[in-house]
């Protein structure tokens, strides 16, 4: 038989195709809150891990100690300094991954150049903390070192992530650099402190199982009545309305952080979509 080329006219409408809505609830600059209705758990749960793996943020991922008198070993310090958040908001769409970039160690085209050097010579102990790192791009620092007049709250002292304590006469001299990744690659690459969604919270696709309704917490989204605790077995309904929570570790604005998971997300589903079609191709040749 003869064989005919396929096109998207082949393809079959999807009149069963979800049209979510969202809406944003509450907005500061460290949490986002926004309810998507008429979609799938399993978008909901999708979205989530975005969220969490596939955001690219700024951290440090190359650490050499020149120094070290502490009393903490090489290893548990260069693990603290990568967990540090640092701001990524103006320089993670210009640096390249490490991948991608023709250096062979380190440039400023792919990486930020940190340094720490501290010694203690009183007899009061020493807090060596976020602070102490020394960067060579102003607009790549430790999230609590940002300048007080671009931030809302005031950070005070204590808010410094604390590295190590030095005693008189220690040192802690560190020599690291910062790089472009993904959490899906490492939790430092985070940049999230938590997403977190809801759906049904009056339980009445009884999802979650109570012993005893009445000793649970309410829900802030619950429609019951202040004698109620739980909504009667519902068996036909589905999960299509979720409430969720996005807190920023301060690396990049919540709101950012949804719009690059939504653009990854795009990108992936355009990349599924090419692929498709040119396998629909190739299959139409071999027929």
Known sequence: CAARRRDDRDLPAMPYANQPTVRISKLTDENVDFIIENTDLSVANGLRRL?????????????????????LHDEFIAHRIGLIPLTSEEMVDRLRYPRDCDCSEFCPECSVEFNLNVKC??????????????SSNPRVVPVTSKPREDE???????????????????????????????????????????????????????????ANPADWPKSEFSELAENEFQAPYNHVGRADKFYFNVESSGSLRPENIVLSGLNVLKEKLSQLQTAFRQEMADEALRV
């Not at 807090?127 to 020394?134: C, E, G, I, K």
Request: without cysteine.
């Open 51 to 71: 969220f969490i793996a596939e955001v690219p943020t700024i951290a440090i991922d190359w650490v050499q100690l020149v120094s070290n008198s502490t009393v």
């Open 121 to 134: 010579t009183d007899d009061v102990t020493r807090l060596v903390t976020s602070r102490d790192l020394v």
């Open 152 to 210: 809302g709250a005031d950070y005070g002292d204590t808010e410094d992530i604390l590295i190590a304590k030095l005693r008189k006469g220690q040192e802690l001299q560190i020599r690291a650099y910062a790089r472009k990744g993904f959490g899906k690659e490492h939790a430092k690459w985070n940049p999230t402190a938590g997403v977190a969604f809801e759906y049904d919270p009056d339980n009445a696709l009884r999802h979650t199982h109570f």
